[in-house]
Structures are given as C-alpha cells and as structure tokens.
T-cell receptor, first 116, second 114 residues
Framework: DVKVTQSSRYLVKRTGEKVFLECVQD?????MFWYRQDPGLGLRLIYF???????EKGDIPEGYSVSREKKERFSLILESASTNQTSMYLC???????????????FGPGTRLTVT | AQTVTQSQPEMSVQEAETVTLSCTYD???????LFWYKQPPSRQMILVIR??????QNATENRFSVNFQKAAKSFSLKISDSQLGDAAMYFC???????????FGAGTRLAVHP
C-alpha cells in the first residue's frame, strides 16, 4: 500500500515563526503536492514538485515556499507564519506512469496548523 | 480556467438508502479525469472512484457508481445501501491538463442516520 506520512497531526505556532511541514512517501512517486484545506473552499494547491529540486507554483503560493532535496520527501515552509495561514495542510503524491492507476493522488493524514 | 462546483454543502441519508451527490465542472479540454474522494472525520482522504473522460461507460466500485454526462459536464456520485461508515466529506475533483493538477470542489458533508 502507498503510504504518505506527515510530520505532525497538530501544530501550534506563533505569528512570525518559521514553520516547516514535512511529507514523506514510500512509493517512489515522481510527483508531490501541498494543498491547503479550508471549510467551504475545498482543497487548494499551494505548490507541487514533479522531480527532485523541481517545483511549480499552484494557485495560492504566496507566503509559502517548498523544498524537495530527495525524491521521497517534500517540505512546505512558512517563512513568517501569519494567522491567515491557520488551516489544514494536506500532502499528496502521484506517479507519472500511464498505467491504470496513473494520476491518482495519495494523501497524507494532514497537519492542522494553528497560528496564534 | 477549470472549475468544479459541488452545490450541496450537506446531505443526509438513512442507513440502507441511496443518496446522490452532485458535481459539475467547467473545462474546454476533451481529455481529462474525474474523481470522487472521501475524507472521513479525522481520517485520511481516500479515492472512491475515478472516471476517464474518453470512456462513455459510467464507473462503478461496489456500492459506489457515477453518472457521467460529458456534454452537460456533470459527474454525480451515487451511494447505494448507505452504511454508517459512509459518513464523510466527499470531494469531487478534476484532473487538469498535464495530469498533475487536481482541482477540487468545495465538498459535500454526508451524514448517515441509523
């Protein structure tokens, strides 16, 4: 089974702190994603990466950066956390294979971040 | 830009009954994928069912089936013989060109009553 893990389920940080959220997948997937989930808005893509050291902006990249130094690990960084970044953050991964299960994204359990 | 709309923020169903969750999308592409994901309370998001746009036949997975109307850009999810474990947030998602970027609807919260 594909397993996507995230470093924390719950996190409380203060305004202005630098925050690291880490995601690890064990299926050798090429693609990794960071989403933000807010009530009534669904999931919105922050950044994604299709290869090591490669990244592309999603729909809401402002205030965030990412790092992918190894294929299995994708980190989301909040350089200076603000209260409007309080949210649920979901990591996902997928393969670029064109097989039957291609393009399905597998999700981690989420990190609920509160910025006070 | 592609958009996905789920017009029902909340739905409820009695155990063993059938419920249909609605989803519409907007795109100018002809080749794409559609998904329904389930997010149980405090649990991981999992894939329920997928539909390739080039396939006319509606996808089914056990008690879950879709009604895919490509011309109408509609992709509804039918859950038959509802069970208590079906209670969750359900998200409709569209896989955009390049097959990397999922676009999600706002979600429908389904309650199942015994």
């Amino acid at each position: 089974d594909v397993k996507v893990t995230q470093s924390s389920r719950y996190l409380v940080k203060r305004t202005g702190e630098k925050v690291f959220l880490e995601c690890v997948q064990d299926m050798d997937h090429e693609n990794m994603f960071w989403y933000r989930q807010d009530p009534g808005l669904g999931l919105r893509l922050i950044y994604f990466s299709y290869d090591v050291k490669m990244k592309e902006k999603g729909d809401i990249p402002e205030g965030y950066s990412v790092s992918r130094e190894k294929k299995e690990r994708f980190s989301l960084i909040l350089e200076s956390a603000s209260t409007n970044q309080t949210s649920m953050y979901l990591c996902a991964s997928s393969s670029t294979s064109r097989g039957y299960l291609s393009y399905e994204q597998y999700f981690g359990p989420g990190t609920r971040l509160t910025v006070t | 830009a592609q958009t996905v709309t789920q017009s029902q923020p909340e739905m409820s169903v009695q155990e063993a009954e059938t419920v249909t969750l609605s989803c519409t999308y907007d795109t100018s592409e002809s080749d794409y994928y559609l998904f329904w994901y389930k997010q149980p309370p405090s649990r991981q998001m999992i894939l329920v069912i997928r539909q390739e746009a080039y396939k006319q036949q509606n996808a089914t997975e056990n008690r879950f089936s879709v009604n895919f109307q490509k011309a109408a850009k509609s992709f509804s999810l039918k859950i038959s013989d509802s069970q208590l474990g079906d209670a969750a947030m359900y998200f409709c998602a569209y896989l955009a060109g390049g097959y990397n970027k999922l676009i999600f609807g706002a979600g429908t919260r389904l309650a199942v009553h015994p």
